[in-house]
Structures are given as structure tokens and as C-alpha cells.
């Protein structure tokens, strides 16, 4: 399992549009994801529904964590993802 | 087979009927007989579907709304929401059951994050209907998109609805419920869409009917005769050439002017009123500055607003009412106390003088946008009642910079004494809708009494009569600021009863433009004495379409056949 922790790029946090594109790519991942807010417990990040329950602003620190699949190459895709501002 | 109901503008439309399905009663929670391994496969099977089908409406809509289609179709298959309906079934729950269930949970938890969330709950909602529609295999509610031009049967649309639906495929409305001022019928009239609303017999019109949504006069035809659909198809026609006519000046057929201005609500349809006609604003609504506010704007915030709004009609005249609040518009820093009947309350102009600051800085803004721009700007009050008020607020106005101060007859006190009233104040607006709620005693806003709401009643018309009279007496200008001045053959008769302009929505100037040029003054006040002479308000327009009849050369546009 690989993780790592980045600050979200969007200026809307992650609802929406960037909650969708972003649970859309861990759900077509092949590995198993989760994302937690900073303090927060891990939750599936190919569930929207558990996504924007978390109420993830723009700034926040989320830490998200890969298993299985191409690790690597996943995690970095979806800390590209989180990073960018999808709300221009 | 005709249904009668109330047209909202004066359009023709013909197409087949779309019926809005209803929404869903709240599944029964009874335990289910098939065992929770098979209701899960109906959940899974139901979910995948809605979740194609919403999938497929995104890519056909494009744009914002496939993101959000494509959003709510990934919540119809969220992990966690069927972790959720599994563990309901497990309990023995029906598949219906248990998806209306785990919805319902995270819809609520999403409704208490407030805000962006909550407006996202009301997504979770649709798909929760879709899923326990297509397992009950009953239509979907919600608004439908069949992918061709189709008339709209709904009970009422609520706001929700009419964002998501496709205007460009709308040929016409009809709902159940709902009066003239109800929610379709606003947009129906901003959106020049035709509509009739209040048609209750509409309820047994069907899926692919084919109709005649005749707002003219009314009236909603099922499967008409091929007679009848060439004769709406050359109302549709000679409609159309109306609007793509030369945009001249209101006036009546002898050459008397009668000014053809624009209700607006903010500065934002001023160009387009003006492309349509309008030779400048009667009746300029200020609320848009202060809702949403806790505190009444700034003066210079006003000002910069004002200045704007005057700066689109140099030249002409724009009538502007000064914050209007109360009643169906409380605000919070002018309206505190909560009252019994808030229409009969203290808004308009009794508001205004409770908090008299906010109108005087309003007065202030006003003034100070008039001299920086070339518009002719003239300030009324709304809900006046009294002599005193209108000297109380004309003052104010002199005091102020305000040059010319007048008033807006919406009570039948205003009306019943115009003669002094107008002694007092530079000009008098009418406010049918208003004047018209207060005359019969009718709640504008309520559906069950929107058969009262009819400025044709002659107990209307009396008091504008009255109005008109006090006007040309004391030779001040008396306009008309309702929806009544919309209504193409209204119009004439209110002309005939002395208003001197008329300020209607801008979709509207083209079809009372045509109206107005086919009658002499002597028509007009011919038609205006054989409304005022009926009895009630349909028997007042039947005798005025008679009237009208016999004065113009061609038939006036919309005959009842």
C-alpha cells in the first residue's frame, strides 16, 4: 500500500464536478482507495456519496491511500487530480 | 374535448402531450416475501439501470448538466449506498423499501451539511424516485425529455423542475393546478413560453394526445379536428410575423399616442426591452438591491445600481417604485414583526415610513443617479392609501432632488379618491394585480381563490375608470403597470377608461402594439363602456370582444371560435 498526503487544488474543495472526476478515476483504478481528511477516518474513495460527505474544502489536507493494482502510477494520477483546480 | 383554464400570454401552440409523472408515495415498510438474496438482485438490477439511463441523458444534455447527470448516476451505484440497501434487505425489508430508505439517510445527512450539500440532496432525492419507480415499473417523475417538441401536462412545475427542463423542446404548458401567479406562470410569462395554468379537467389528457394550448382564450383542445390544428397553425404564423413587424411607437389607429413601456427588474433586461420596443421603464421593481440582505445597501451601492439601469434609456422615461417590501416580499431589516395578514400589513409605503432612513437614503441614490445620467426619471410609492401619504412622500421627493413624485393606485382607497390623490401627486401607476387582489378580497398568491383574480371584473374596471377620470381631469398622467396591460384586448379597454401608457413584461409589447393600432380612441372607449357595463369579468370580456369586433376592419387576432 502506497499514501500520501496533498493539500486540494480545487477552489470549490471536492464537491461536484471535482468530487465526481475524482471518485470516477479511483473507481476505474483497479486498486482499492481511500481517502481521509486530516484527523479523519479512511473512506472508500470510489463511493461519491462518502466523498462529499466529508465536506472537503479547497485547502484542506486529505491523505489517500492506494492498495493493489498499479500502486504507484495510481496514486500519482490521483494526487495530480486533487491537486488541480477543476473549478476555473 | 376542451378544458378551460387561464392562458398566460397570448400564444398558440400544438404538439403532443408529455405528462409529468407524479412523485411517488413512500414505499410501505411491510416485510418482504422474497428472500433478501433476490430483492437485492431487483435492487442491483433497478440501480444499474437508472444509473445507464441517467448516464445517457448527460451525454445527450451536455454541458453542466451532464456533470450533474453523471454525478447522480454514479450515486445510484455508490459502494456505499448498496452496502446500505443490503443491509436493509438483510433485515427483511422490501427492495423498494430498503433503496427508499438508504437514500432517504444520506440525503438527510447531506440536507443537514447545508449549503452546496444540500442542494445535492435534492439530486439524491430524483435518483431515489428513479430506483423505486423503475422497481414498481410505473413512469418516472420528475421532467421528462422525450427528444422531441412536446406540450408540458404537469399539476405544477415546481422551480426545481423548470430549471432542469429543456426549453427549446417546450411548445406549451398546461398544469392542474396552479393560478396566474403561481410558479409556471411566471416563467411562462418571462420566457414568453404559452401556457394555460389551472386547467383541472387536463388531468385526463394523456401521453401523446395531440392538443391546442390556446393561452388567448383559455383554453386547452384535445385531438382537435384538422380544421382546428390549420387554424392554430395560422394564428402561430400571423403571431410570428407580429413580433418580426417594424417596432413603432404605441399608438392607437387614429395616431393618439399611448406609450408602450417595460416592468423590469433589475438592469439586466433593459437592452432587450428596448430592442422589443419599449419606449422606456414603467415600472422599475428596486427589490433585487435589498433581497438577500440583512441590511438595506449603501447609498453609493445604489446609486452605481441606478445610474446603470438609467443609463440604458437616454432620453426616456423610467419609472422607478421605491422598495416595495412586505407582504410576499418580507425583509428581514424592514419587515421584523410576523403578522396575521401581511398583505393587509405594514409594507409598501408603511414600511417605508416605519424605517424612513432606508427611503430616504433610497430617494438620496435616486436623485444623485438622475443628475449624472440623461434618463427622465420619475419615483413612485408603492400602497398608498391615503391623501397624507401621498403628501408625506411627495415632500420627501421635493425635499430629496426627486422631480417628479407620484404614486401607485393598488388599494380601491387610492382609487375611490384619484381626485384628490392626483391633486397631490405628479401621476398615478395602476397596479391591476394588486388593485385587483384588494378589490375582491382574493389572495393573489392562492390557487383556490384564483378565479377572483381577474382584473377583467368590472369591479376593477370601475375603479380604474375613477383613476383614468381623476386623471384627465386634473390632466396628470395615469398609467398601467399589471399584467392587465399585457393582455392585448385589456389594453384597449384600459386606454378607453384613460390610462395614458401601459408597462407590461417586454415579450408582451409586440401583440398590444398590433392590438392598439386597430382601434380608434372612439373604439377604445366604445369597448371600455361595454366591459364596464357587463356583469362579471367573463361576461366584461365577451362584451368587449363584441365591441371589438365591430370596430376594426380584420377581426380582432384572437376570435373565440
Keep these: 500500500m502506497v499514501e500520501r498526503t496533498v493539500r486540494v487544488g480545487s477552489s470549490h474543495g471536492l464537491h461536484a464536478r471535482p468530487a465526481k472526476l475524482f471518485t470516477q478515476a479511483a473507481a476505474s483504478s483497479g486498486s482499492t482507495v481511500t481517502i481521509a481528511k486530516a484527523g479523519g477516518t479512511p473512506v472508500n474513495a470510489a463511493s461519491i456519496l462518502a466523498v462529499i460527505a466529508q465536506g472537503i474544502d479547497h485547502g484542506d489536507e486529505v491523505t489517500v491511500a492506494v492498495d493493489g493494482g498499479d500502486e504507484q502510477r495510481v496514486l500519482d494520477e490521483l494526487v495530480e487530480l486533487l491537486s488541480t483546480d477543476h473549478d476555473e | ?561
Design chain 2, 1 to 561: 374535448m376542451e378544458f378551460r383554464g387561464t392562458g398566460i400570454g397570448q400564444g398558440v401552440a400544438v404538439g403532443p402531450v408529455v405528462r409529468m409523472a407524479e412523485r411517488l408515495p413512500e414505499p410501505v415498510d411491510r416485510p418482504s416475501h422474497l428472500d433478501p438474496a433476490r430483492e437485492e438482485e431487483r435492487a442491483r438490477a433497478s440501480l444499474s439501470v437508472v444509473a445507464g439511463e441517467l448516464q445517457r441523458m448527460g451525454a445527450q444534455a451536455g454541458g453542466a448538466a451532464q456533470d450533474v447527470l453523471e454525478a447522480q448516476a454514479m450515486m445510484a451505484e455508490d459502494p456505499t449506498l448498496v452496502d446500505d440497501i443490503v443491509k436493509r434487505l438483510a433485515d427483511g425489508k422490501t427492495a423498494e423499501r430498503a433503496v427508499f430508505e438508504a437514500f432517504a439517510s444520506f440525503r438527510d445527512m447531506l440536507a443537514a451539511m447545508g449549503g452546496y450539500m444540500g442542494e445535492r440532496a435534492a439530486d439524491l432525492d430524483d435518483v431515489s424516485q428513479r430506483v423505486v419507480a423503475h422497481l414498481l415499473k410505473v413512469p418516472a417523475p420528475g421532467v421528462p425529455n422525450p427528444g422531441h417538441p412536446f406540450v408540458l401536462v404537469a399539476r405544477d412545475l415546481a422551480p426545481a423542475d423548470t430549471a432542469l427542463l429543456d426549453l427549446g423542446q417546450v411548445l406549451g404548458l398546461v398544469t392542474i393546478d396552479g393560478g396566474p401567479t403561481s410558479h409556471t406562470a411566471i416563467l411562462a410569462r418571462e420566457k414568453s413560453i404559452v401556457a394555460v395554468v389551472g386547467a383541472a379537467d387536463a388531468a385526463t389528457l394523456a401521453d401523446g394526445d395531440t392538443v391546442i394550448v390556446d393561452a388567448a382564450n383559455d383554453l386547452v383542445v384535445q385531438d382537435p379536428t384538422p380544421e382546428q390544428i390549420a387554424e392554430a397553425r395560422e394564428r402561430i404564423a400571423e403571431r410570428a410575423a407580429r413580433a418580426a413587424a417594424p417596432v413603432t411607437p404605441g399608438a392607437l389607429a387614429d395616431g393618439t399616442p399611448v406609450p408602450l413601456l417595460a416592468n423590469l427588474g433589475s438592469a439586466d433586461g433593459a437592452e432587450e426591452a428596448a430592442r422589443l420596443g419599449a419606449e422606456g421603464v414603467g415600472l422599475f421593481r428596486t427589490e433585487f438591491l435589498f433581497l438577500d440582505a440583512n441590511t438595506a445597501p449603501s447609498v453609493t451601492e445604489q446609486q452605481a445600481q441606478y445610474t446603470r439601469m438609467l443609463s440604458a434609456f437616454p432620453g426616456r422615461k423610467v419609472v422607478v417604485r421605491v422598495l416595495d417590501a412586505g407582504a410576499d416580499k418580507p425583509l428581514s431589516f424592514l419587515n421584523d414583526a410576523p403578522e396575521e395578514n401581511p398583505a393587509l400589513g405594514l409594507r409598501g409605503i408603511r414600511a417605508l415610513r416605519h424605517s424612513e432612513v432606508i427611503l430616504r437614503e433610497q430617494l438620496t441614490a435616486l436623485a444623485a443617479a438622475d443628475a449624472a445620467t440623461e434618463a427622465d426619471l420619475w419615483v413612485m410609492a408603492p400602497m398608498i392609501a391615503t391623501v397624507e401619504e401621498t403628501r408625506y412622500f411627495t415632500n420627501l421627493c421635493r425635499e430629496l432632488g426627486i422631480k417628479v413624485a407620484g404614486v401607485m393606485v393598488e388599494t380601491p382607497s387610492a382609487a375611490l379618491i384619484a381626485d384628490h390623490i392626483l391633486k397631490v401627486a405628479d401621476f398615478a401607476s395602476i397596479g391591476t394585480n394588486d388593485l385587483t387582489q384588494y378589490t375582491m378580497a382574493a389572495d393573489r398568491l392562492l390557487g383556490t381563490v384564483a378565479n377572483l383574480q381577474d382584473a377583467w371584473h368590472p369591479a376593477v374596471l370601475r375603479l380604474v375608470a375613477q383613476v383614468g377620470e381623476a386623471g384627465r381631469v386634473d390632466g396628470r398622467p395615469v398609467g398601467i403597470c399589471g399584467e392587465a396591460a399585457a393582455d392585448p384586448l385589456l389594453a384597449v379597454v384600459l386606454v378607453g377608461l384613460g390610462a395614458t401608457s401601459l408597462s407590461m413584461s417586454p415579450s408582451a409589447l409586440a401583440d398590444v402594439r398590433a392590438s392598439l393600432a386597430r382601434h380608434t380612441r372612439e373604439d377604445a372607449e366604445r369597448i371600455a363602456r361595454a366591459a364596464l357595463a357587463a356583469e362579471g369579468a367573463a361576461e366584461a370580456k365577451q362584451a368587449a370582444q363584441e365591441a371589438a369586433a365591430a370596430s376594426a376592419p380584420t377581426p380582432t387576432g384572437t376570435p373565440v371560435p
